[in-house]
């Protein structure tokens, strides 16, 4: 094909939404999170886990792909945060379900999510004063964090 073929231009358009689209998947997957799980039941537990897998995959994937192509953009870092937020709020939602956190805590947790989106809409290059390793370091505690409260629900 070459490359004012109207087929290559359409391809190369849904190449570029690719981190977009994960990004956006993280929220309908979050939904099915918070309907699908129910501790009573074993083969929701394992649905759970590998949801929550898939989600936190296409966080990872999302900004990396973006990263590697040069595909970055403010939509795109609007859609990341969002989906981080349905997943957060999601597993804060199961904790509180599980008894494992009251419900203030929750209150305060969502809370601070809400808060956090706020920064991210006001400054959106706040992220950028910290270094390389800072946000390195600060997304994996996040993550690691986030699978401990999933699995301790399970």
């Not at 070459?2 to 190449?15: D, I, K, M, Q, T």
């Not at 929750?106 to 920064?119: G, K, T």
Request: glycine content about 4%.
């Amino acid at each position: 094909m070459w490359l004012g073929h109207p087929a290559h231009n359409s391809e190369l358009r849904v190449f570029r939404q690719i981190p977009n689209l994960l990004s956006v998947s993280r929220i309908p997957g979050s939904l099915a999170l918070l309907i699908l799980f129910d501790p009573r039941v074993p083969a929701s537990i394992w649905i759970s886990c590998l949801l929550t897998a898939a989600i936190i995959t296409t966080d990872f994937l999302d900004g990396n792909f973006a990263r590697k192509y040069a595909l970055e953009s403010k939509l795109g870092y609007l859609l990341d945060g969002l989906g981080d937020r349905a997943f957060h709020v999601t597993i804060y939602l199961i904790l509180l379900i599980s008894g494992v956190i009251s419900l203030v805590l929750a209150w305060a947790l969502i809370f601070r999510e809400v808060s956090q989106y706020a920064v991210r809409l006001a400054d959106v290059d706040w992220h950028k004063t910290q270094s390389k390793l800072d946000r390195a370091v600060t997304r994996s505690y996040a993550t690691a964090v986030q699978v401990i409260f999933a699995c301790e629900t399970l």
